[in-house]
């Protein structure tokens, strides 16, 4: 029997006002490839039919496994990437995952994740940029890197900017792009299976390579604590785009814990000044992928993952 969890099946906390995308019409919203078919093979079906739907994961319960027996299990080709042998995905990915100082929740990640995206017949790598010590942690600038480090390895029309402590629950919950930017979760165990306010669009977010070019990427201003996130809504209505969820039925995810540092991501909502200086960023500075500076200090293709060591 599965498991789900008592508030969110109740629907005690979730927020039914929310503009979601029906479970019934998510597929319909994703943007899959075009162009010819390789080896001879056909399309995967628009439904992987290895989907099982909600997992019954608690965030005290992430079994880390051995590197050897994720790549045994799922054929993780080195790099962290994976393609269906018996079809051609519909949807080539890229995930982007910043990261310092948080080898559990990265093993973690790396465990539920590969098996959780192969279920879903995608076409993807997992790419980790993880940042000096020289600095204040920039989360956001990191996301810049690895979108464009990941371009110089293969093209991809579709990133997923995701923390690494975020764990999806149903892997209906596609990890491919839509025809607008997508907030990946529309319920949070710590948020009580709920939304703190409706512009959150920070954890978990989906972008076409257009969308993210267009908004010239992330603020590159945001060292330390939070804010980037309130930036990111900004940039994306500024351009004249809207954001979609899905229904919470299927992008329900989990926290794993973590140590103490890393800001909230609900906090900066109660920072006026924050907001404020995020909006006017956006408006007056071309900040982003445009004025992106950093180093790639290390580069390696590891098991599970491709990994960039950067200082900026």
């Known amino acids: 029997m599965k498991f789900y969890p008592a508030p969110y099946l109740f629907g005690k906390y979730t927020d039914t006002s929310f503009p979601y995308i029906a479970k019934d019409d998510v597929m319909q919203e994703l943007v899959g490839?075009?162009?010819?078919?390789?080896?001879?093979?056909?399309?995967?079906?628009?439904?992987?039919?290895?989907?099982?739907?909600?997992?019954?994961?608690?965030?005290?319960?992430?079994?880390v496994l051995p590197e050897e027996e994720i790549v045994k299990k799922n054929d993780i080709l080195e790099g962290g990437s994976w393609k269906p042998?018996?079809?051609?995905?519909?949807?080539?990915?890229?995930?982007?995952?910043?990261?310092?100082?948080?080898?559990?929740?990265?093993q973690q990640f790396l465990s539920h994740m590969h098996p959780f995206l192969t279920r879903q017949q995608l076409?993807?790598?997992?790419?980790?940029?993880?940042?000096?010590a020289t600095a204040a942690?920039?989360?956001?600038?990191?996301?810049?890197?690895?979108?464009?480090?990941?371009?110089?390895?293969?093209?991809?029309?579709?990133?997923?900017?995701?923390?690494?402590?975020?764990?999806?629950l149903n892997d209906y919950n596609t990890y491919s792009c839509t025809h607008h930017p997508r907030h990946m979760y529309s319920a949070?165990?710590?948020?009580?299976?709920?939304?703190?306010?409706?512009?959150?669009?920070?954890?978990?977010?989906?972008?076409?390579?257009?969308?993210?070019?267009?908004?010239?990427?992330?603020?590159?201003?945001?060292?330390?604590w939070g804010a980037e996130d309130d930036d990111m809504y900004e940039r994306?209505?500024?351009?004249?785009?809207?954001?979609?969820?899905?229904?919470?039925?299927?992008?329900?995810?989990?926290?794993?814990?973590?140590?103490?540092?890393?800001?909230?991501?609900?906090?900066?909502?109660?920072?006026?000044?924050l907001q404020a200086q995020a909006g006017e960023k956006t408006s007056t500075e071309p900040d982003g992928l445009s004025s992106l500076s950093y180093q790639v200090v290390d580069h390696q293709v590891k098991k599970l993952f491709t990994w960039f060591l950067v200082s900026c």
């Not at 790598?125 to 993880?130: C, L, P, S, T, W």
């Not at 978990?204 to 990427?217: D, L, S």
């Not at 229904?247 to 109660?270: F, L």
């Open 188 to 224: 949070l165990d710590t948020f009580r299976y709920n939304l703190p306010y409706r512009t959150l669009f920070g954890g978990a977010i989906a972008m076409q390579r257009v969308h993210f070019q267009k908004i010239n990427g992330f603020s590159n201003k945001f060292y330390g």
């Open 123 to 132: 076409d993807y790598r997992i790419v980790v940029v993880e940042q000096t």
């Open 33 to 63: 490839s075009v162009g010819p078919l390789e080896n001879g093979l056909q399309w995967c079906p628009v439904v992987s039919p290895h989907l099982q739907g909600q997992n019954s994961l608690l965030s005290c319960d992430v079994e």
């Open 85 to 106: 042998q018996e079809c051609q995905s519909r949807y080539k990915v890229a995930i982007i995952v910043p990261f310092r100082n948080r080898s559990r929740n990265l």
């Open 137 to 168: 942690f920039n989360r956001a600038k990191l996301f810049n890197i690895g979108f464009v480090e990941t371009l110089k390895l293969d093209h991809y029309d579709c990133f997923i900017f995701h923390d690494v402590d975020l764990l999806p």
């Open 236 to 273: 994306i209505s500024n351009v004249g785009l809207m954001f979609i969820r899905f229904d919470p039925r299927i992008s329900t995810y989990v926290m794993v814990p973590h140590q103490s540092g890393r800001y909230q991501h609900s906090d900066h909502q109660h920072n006026p000044q």
